[in-house]
């Protein structure tokens, strides 16, 4: 796995520079978009080291989405704990369900079968939150507290420089995670399972372990929503989110962290856009993957790769 060079670090650190005047300059319903697309960089990232980087169609994304804002909102609902001592609690609810949907890819079960399993395990999760009304709501939803940071409530300010903090890290961890033993071992893994398997490889460990770090990522980016929106409800994690997510990684390139950061922002701001045009969000998401897999079918990362070589392979490394 190559490394990307000293300029491409440069500039994963200079993005983020660039970054901090933005809340000076927007309105509160930009503000709010440019959060949105904070929020889904590492729903992307999580959902790109399954399906992009393990090589396994595994479409769970939205239960760990749902399980980590579920278990933030249920802790500052129920429990009376500030947004930003959640965080964790919500990431590691993530981990567990990533734990439990690698059963079935631990028994063999492999493409087509595991899309639908790991789907199904997401409707589960769907149908849990409208019957545990106590707890979530019901039908009706949750609705949440004001998040705060250290006693601080959260605005449009403060919580653009909270997002921003957690999509770089969301970034550096993964890229780390990636460029260690334990990304060679995901390619191996990606490239024939059967001969990574031979030359020694646990695979079943590795794929434990891809699957508990993509939910942990969702699961914080689960919080990340609870916070944005203030108010759960089951039909925000169905099957239009999940293709929404899984269009995100397609169109930004499938094992790409790059790419997860480009799919994230021009998915989620595109619809802002044309919405002075009823209907032409539909037209305008659908042309994009059209094009895109036509096109472009390693997506925009690949895009900016034939532009300048610093953006190949890497958007950062250790």
Not at 219 to 241: K, Q, R, W
């Amino acid at each position: 796995m190559r490394g990307a060079s000293p300029a491409a670090r440069r500039i994963f650190w200079l993005v983020p520079l660039i970054l901090l005047p933005v809340p000076l300059g927007l309105n509160p319903y930009q503000q709010f978009v440019v959060d949105l697309v904070l929020m889904y960089v590492p729903v992307a990232i999580g959902f790109n080291v399954v399906v992009g980087n393990l090589g396994l169609f595994a479409f769970s994304n939205v239960a760990y989405f749902g399980i980590g804002a579920y278990a933030s909102g249920i802790l500052m609902a129920k429990a009376g704990l500030p947004w930003w001592i959640t965080v964790l609690p919500a990431g590691l609810a993530g981990a567990l369900a990533g734990v439990v949907t690698a059963v079935p890819a631990l028994r063999g079960v492999r493409l087509f079968y595991l899309a639908i399993m790991t789907l199904a395990f997401g409707e589960l999760m769907r149908w849990t939150y409208i019957r545990a009304e106590p707890l979530t709501g019901g039908s009706m939803g949750l609705a949440l507290p004001r998040p705060l940071l250290f006693g601080w409530p959260l605005d449009d300010a403060r919580m653009f420089y909270v997002f921003l903090a957690l999509a770089v890290a969301a970034v550096i961890a993964t890229e780390r995670l990636l460029c260690s033993r334990f990304g060679r071992a995901f390619m191996a893994i990606r490239g024939n399972e059967t001969a990574a398997a031979a030359m020694g490889i646990p695979t079943e460990r590795f794929i434990v372990i891809g699957f508990a770090w993509s939910g942990f990522v969702v699961g914080v980016a689960g919080a990340m929503y609870a916070a944005l929106i203030g108010h759960l409800s089951p039909d925000s994690f169905n099957l239009t989110e999940l293709i929404l997510e899984f269009a995100i990684i397609m169109v930004g390139g499938l094992g790409s962290q790059l790419g997860s950061v480009l799919g994230a922002a021009v998915l989620t701001a595109l619809p802002q856009v044309l919405t002075s045009w009823p209907g032409s969000e539909e037209l305008g998401f659908g042309l994009l993957i059209i094009l895109v897999t036509l096109f472009l079918p390693r997506g925009l990362a690949s895009l900016l790769a034939r532009w300048h070589p610093i953006f190949r392979d890497r958007y950062l490394v250790e």
